[in-house]
């Protein structure tokens, strides 16, 4: 059943569909379906065994950091797992013992002990429990991303520092700097055999992923954090090193939670820390795993993003249960959660599944975890800290001129602690945020005999004073052009330049306010000249100055030229366009053109369509630089192939994008009142036969099968096309997919099941886009609307029945 339905409701149609051809019939009680079997895809078995191997040593390691007991790392890690796995908002994300609390957790453990940490832990729980419930989870997101990493820099920086102390055969203090100031000491009294260790297990683990050709390809299987600890395991048992080794004391002397002892404030201050810290880093993994899976070939279609609010109730009670039964606070791990992305999981079952090895391992692999040398458990530990001093995220960071907050942060972090180094990155990032805002340039020049005033920035009181001296550096009579390039003009900054503006009016002057076109900037509610005469030079007052605005109509110009010829645009109009897009969006689409200029281009989709003008490619897909390879001609034609006659510049395209390019879809867009299908409905056979007849006879086809469909015309939002031309415009869509099915490259890899086909119509009057869905006759037949979630401010969506 061919189908025409718009981009936003195709699955929610077939869901209708689904629902309705399970419904019973009328009169008879409806049937409860049958208790589905609880089922593990293969991908989930195989993803959870490679989580669960990195997770163990994982574990074992951040427990050791944070001098807690160890089991107390298996707890926390098959709690996240079954737990946050089950309940959290993000399927793929895996959550346990997380390298992010290392220093929280170690530092609560020396002020108020082992038990009173575990109810701090149940508290945190219960605080995000609460934050869930309020569903503020997006409220996280606010936090400067300078401000996470730099708190996340911090804590690697403590945690390699800490583990440095360990590999040396020593013990770490519980401050950062106390173990700098430590570490002569330490490296004086150097125990050879836990040094060895630990530099075997750092180099297995900067090897193993290495290793060349096929050999590494199948070694690879096994992550490297678990086999470099157990190489290291092994060396130390057969070499009879003297090492310290992991010591599991029996599960029946294992420490709860008890009451928390100590000062209110403090409690009070270790709980938020807490809930902090581990919201922040499980919700941010929520989103990058999301992104993880988007990017992702295949398996990823089935799996929805990521609820965040439900995330957190996750984590909540993870975080409680945790804490109850003596584990570590739990939050989403990014080792593990990549890990399992990388790994094809498809469900939340990989997570819970990861969980449940973690507890047979707790109850039947103790004797074996006992051979492992802390030392390595410390290299392992000290190696993940590095990597949390991301140097992709300093220059990124560095990019966005947010350099000074991510070290004030990372400094705060290692020196005052978590929260005290989180709280001044906060402070720093807000006042940076108001130095930008505050920040105004404003330059005088003269060119030509002409006065140029320029403003870079906001326009606030703030900026007044600056202003008004530099206007009155243009001479009385003379010409001056005022270019306002900011997003923001506030009602004092608006006052002091009118008020010039009209003094230098008076005294014989000229006076051009210009702006940044595209970028509204804002003024007092009333009209007032200012505003006209900043329209009437391109200024960017007006609302409709858009980059879609068409050149035709547009007002914001002040000559009213007469068009050359009916209704074309200038050759001005083009200068014009140009000299906007260099002023106001290269600047910032320069970075990532000199990426794709790098990389070559790499899109997605090859976007077939017409050379329509009213058809703008990257306008209604929402498409930029690199996504789009797009072929554009007379009626959206795909001519057969052999079928062109000397011109093969379709065919080469197709083939240019599928076999070198490597798209992954092709899409076949038409529009309403197509000119091409108009002629082929109107003109008569015979005649002269000019290049655009000979192009169109690749038309014929649609028009044949638009003869052989006659009553199965397609609905479109419950009506009948309005005429012959929308049904051909619908009928050529179909026709062309048919066409492409012809090309070799095309059929070739579609049977490899790498290639899709899709089709669109663009309702040029409604501004509304349909997909297209064919049935094995091409009939085009109604689909029930589907209910849509609408927003409050929206119009309701255009229903499309086909």
């Known amino acids: 059943m061919s189908a025409c339905v718009p981009a936003h409701a195709t699955d929610s149609a077939h869901a209708s569909r689904d629902h309705e051809a399970h419904a019973p019939p009328p009169g008879k009680p409806p049937k409860f379906p049958r208790f589905r079997k609880f089922r593990i895809a293969g991908a989930d078995l195989s993803a959870s065994i490679a989580v669960f191997l990195i997770a163990l040593p994982l574990s074992l390691g951040i427990a050791l950091a944070t001098g807690a007991p160890l089991q107390a790392g298996l707890v926390s890690a098959a709690v996240g797992g079954l737990l946050a796995g089950w309940i959290g908002g993000s399927p793929l994300q895996v959550s346990g013992p997380a390298a992010g609390l290392t220093v929280v957790t170690a530092d609560l453990i020396h002020q108020y002990g082992w038990r009173t940490t575990c109810a701090i832990t149940v508290l945190a729980g219960l605080a995000q429990l609460g934050l869930g ?18 708190m996340l820099a911090g804590i690697g920086v403590a945690i390699a520092v800490a583990q440095l102390h360990i590999m040396l055969g020593g013990t770490p203090q519980s401050a950062v700097l106390d173990n700098l100031r430590a570490l002569p000491a330490q490296l004086a009294d150097v125990q050879s055999s836990a040094l060895s260790i630990s530099a075997l297990t750092l180099a297995v683990l900067l090897l193993w992923p290495r290793i060349p050709g096929r050999a590494g390809r199948v070694v690879r299987v096994v992550p490297a954090a678990l086999i470099s600890v157990a190489v290291a395991t092994a060396v130390a048992s057969f070499a009879g090193l003297s090492v ?36 922040v880093q499980s919700l941010l993994g929520a989103v990058a795993v999301d992104k993880l899976i988007a990017g992702r070939p295949g398996p990823g279609a089935g799996v929805g993003r990521s609820d965040l609010n439900r995330e957190l109730l996750g984590q909540g009670a993870a975080n409680a249960v945790s804490g109850a039964l003596g584990g570590l606070p739990v939050a989403g791990v990014a080792v593990r959660s990549v890990t399992n992305v990388r790994a094809g999981a498809v469900s939340r079952n990989s997570s819970m599944l990861h969980g449940v090895w973690v507890v047979v391992a707790a109850l039947l692999m103790a004797p074996a975890l006992e051979l492992i040398p802390l030392a390595a458990l410390a290299a392992l530990v000290m190696a993940v800290g590095i990597q949390m001093v991301s140097l992709n995220h300093i220059r990124t960071i560095t990019r966005h001129r947010e350099i000074l907050v991510y070290t004030v942060t990372t400094i705060g972090v290692v020196v005052l602690g978590v929260l005290e180094g989180v709280a001044l990155g906060v402070a720093i990032a807000v006042a940076v945020a108001l130095h930008r805002l505050a ?3 404003i330059t005088h020049s003269e060119e030509g005999g002409v006065h140029h005033v320029r403003a870079r920035g906001q326009l606030t009181f703030l900026a007044v004073p600056r202003l008004s001296r530099t206007l009155h550096l243009v001479p009385h009579e003379a010409s001056a052009v005022v270019e306002l390039d900011g997003s923001f003009m506030d009602h004092a900054a608006y006052e002091a330049l009118q008020c010039w503006q009209d003094a230098h009016t008076a005294q014989g002057g000229t006076v051009e306010v210009t702006g940044r076109a595209g970028a509204r900037i804002a003024e007092p509610a009333n009209g007032h000249p200012l505003l006209d005469r900043s329209l009437e030079h391109g200024g960017a007052s007006h609302s409709c100055c858009r980059p879609w605005t068409a050149w035709r109509n547009h007002h914001c110009d002040r000559p009213q030229e007469a068009p050359q010829g009916e209704g074309r645009p200038s050759g001005h109009q083009l200068a014009s366009g140009i000299s906007a897009f260099q002023r106001n969006t290269a600047p910032h689409v320069r970075g990532e053109l000199a990426r794709l200029a790098r990389e070559g281009q790499q899109p997605s989709q090859l976007f077939l369509t017409c050379a329509d003008s ?11 630089p690199g996504d789009l390879f797009v072929v554009r001609n007379v009626g959206n034609l795909v001519p057969l192939p052999g079928a062109e006659s000397g011109d093969d510049s379709v065919a080469a395209a197709i083939e240019y994008a599928v ?7 092709i899409t076949v867009c038409g529009h309403s009142g197509c000119g091409a299908m108009q002629a082929l409905l109107n003109t008569p056979p015979g005649g002269a036969q000019t290049p655009l007849r000979r192009w169109l006879r690749h038309g014929m086809p649609s028009l044949e099968r638009l003869a052989a469909h006659q009553k199965g015309w397609a609905r479109l939002a419950g009506r009948a096309p309005a005429d012959a031309v929308e049904q051909l415009c619908l009928t050529n869509v179909v026709q062309q997919l048919e066409h492409l099915r012809g090309h070799e490259s095309v059929a070739r890899r579609m049977a490899e099941g790498a290639l899709e086909l899709h089709g669109m119509y663009f309702h040029v009057g409604e501004a509304q886009a349909y997909l297209l869905t064919e049935s094995p006759d091409d009939v085009f037949d109604q689909v029930t609307p589907s209910p849509h979630e609408e927003s409050p401010h929206e119009e309701p969506p255009t229903r499309v029945k086909v």
């Open 133 to 150: 419930c309020l569903r503020v989870a997006r409220s996280a997101l606010a936090v400067s991303p300078a401000v996470v990493h730099g």
């Open 244 to 279: 310290t080794k992991v010591d599991l004391p029996s599960w029946r002397s294992h420490a709860l939670a008890g009451l928390p002892e100590g000062p209110v404030l403090g409690i009070v201050a270790a709980v938020l820390t807490v809930t902090l810290v581990c919201s």
């Open 439 to 441: 920040r105004t340039r």
């Open 614 to 624: 009213r058809l703008v490619t990257s306008m209604i897909t929402s498409s930029g």
């Open 659 to 665: 076999d070198v390019l490597k798209v992954r879809s």
